[in-house]
C-alpha cells in the first residue's frame, strides 16, 4: 500500500468552476442573471438581504490576511487627518488669512509635534521581535489616511517594517497614505467591522489628539475595557492639555456617570520613549498579553 496515493480532495475548487463558468457557451439561459454563480454574481451580494453575508466576509478577510502575514498582535494608533507634519503646518500659518484661519493654523501647528511622536513610536513599535513561533507582535496599524496616520505608517515603513492600513469608503474621494504595506492595506464599507478589526489583535493604542473619528473609536475602546467587554491594554493619550480641555473627566468622575477608577483605563503621556516605556511595564507584569488571543 506505500504506493497507493489518496487524493487531497475530489471537488473542483470554487476557482476552477469560476473559469469553467465565464467560458461556457452563450444561451438565453445561461446569459440571464440568474443562471450566474452566486459568488461571481455582484447584483446578488450587494442586495439589502445580503448584508449579513457581506458582514461576515468584511470581517473574514482581513482576519486571513493578518493570519497569513503572521500577525498576532498590533499597536494601534488613532489621530486626526487635519494635523500636518511640522513644516507643512507651518507653511500652512503662512498661508493662513483672517483671524479666524490664523488662530486654526496655529493650532495646528502647535499639535503638528504629534506627527513626529507617532513617526518615532512607531519605530520603537515596529521593533519589536519575533516570538518562538515567528509571530509578529505590535506591528502598527492606522486608519491608513493622512497626518498622524501617516505617520505612523511612515515611520513603521522607514524603519524597514510592514504596518496595516484600515481604510475606509467616504463620500469624497481618498486613499491610502503611500507608507502602508500594500499587502496589509485593507477597505471597508462598514464602520462597525473596520473598529471590530482595529480591536482584534490591539495590545496596546495610542489615541493622539483628533475629532469625531478619534472620538468615536477611542471611546469605544474605553467602554469595552470600562464593561469588562475586553482585558485592559495599555491606551495612551498624547496630550494631556488637549484631553483635559475636550473632555472633562474628571467632571464625569464628579458627576457620578464614571467611577474615579474608570479614569485609570488610560494614561496620559507626551513622548514617544515615554508611551513605549508605558507598554513595556505593561507587560512585563504580565508578560502572556500581548500573545493572547
Known amino acids: 500500500m506505500s504506493d497507493t496515493h489518496v487524493p487531497s480532495r475530489v471537488f473542483p475548487r470554487a476557482r476552477q468552476d ?23 454574481d455582484m447584483d446578488f451580494l450587494l442586495r439589502e438581504d445580503l448584508r449579513p453575508v457581506r458582514f461576515q466576509l468584511e470581517l473574514l478577510k482581513p482576519e486571513l490576511i493578518l493570519a497569513e502575514a503572521n500577525i498576532a498582535s498590533t499597536f494601534v494608533m488613532y489621530g486626526s487627518a487635519r494635523i500636518p507634519e511640522p513644516a507643512k503646518a507651518k507653511a500652512l500659518l503662512e498661508l493662513a488669512q483672517g483671524d479666524e484661519a490664523i488662530r486654526i493654523a496655529k493650532s495646528l501647528v502647535a499639535k503638528s509635534k504629534y506627527y513626529d511622536v ?3 513610536l512607531a519605530q520603537l513599535a515596529s521593533a ?19 497626518s498622524i496616520m501617516e505617520a505612523a505608517n511612515r515611520g ?27 499587502a496589509l492595506s485593507m477597505q471597508f464599507h462598514y464602520f462597525a467591522l473596520r473598529k471590530m478589526h482595529f480591536l482584534l489583535h490591539a495590545r496596546a493604542l495610542a489615541a493622539f489628539p483628533g475629532g469625531f473619528g478619534t472620538f468615536d473609536e477611542l471611546f469605544e475602546l474605553l467602554t469595552l475595557i470600562q464593561t469588562g467587554k475586553i482585558k485592559p491594554i495599555p491606551v495612551l493619550l498624547f496630550g ?25 483605563i488610560f494614561t496620559f503621556v507626551e513622548t514617544a520613549e515615554e508611551a513605549w516605556a508605558v507598554v513595556k511595564a505593561f507587560y512585563r507584569d504580565e508578560p502572556k498579553a500581548a500573545s493572547a488571543a
Open 18 to 40: 469560476a473559469e469553467t463558468a465565464n467560458a461556457g457557451i452563450s444561451t438565453p439561459q445561461t446569459e440571464n442573471p440568474s443562471y450566474r454563480l452566486a459568488f461571481q
Open 128 to 146: 519589536f521581535p519575533r516570538d518562538e513561533e515567528g509571530k509578529r507582535h505590535f506591528v502598527v496599524c492606522s486608519g491608513g489616511g493622512p
Open 156 to 182: 513603521a515603513a522607514e524603519a524597514g517594517h510592514e504596518s496595516i492600513g484600515l481604510n475606509i469608503v467616504l463620500p469624497h474621494e481618498q486613499a491610502p497614505n503611500p507608507y502602508v504595506t500594500p
Open 240 to 264: 494631556r492639555e488637549f484631553w483635559n480641555r475636550v473632555v472633562n473627566f474628571e467632571a464625569l468622575v464628579e458627576e457620578g456617570v464614571i467611577s474615579a477608577r474608570d479614569l485609570n
Open 118 to 120: 507617532a513617526y518615532e
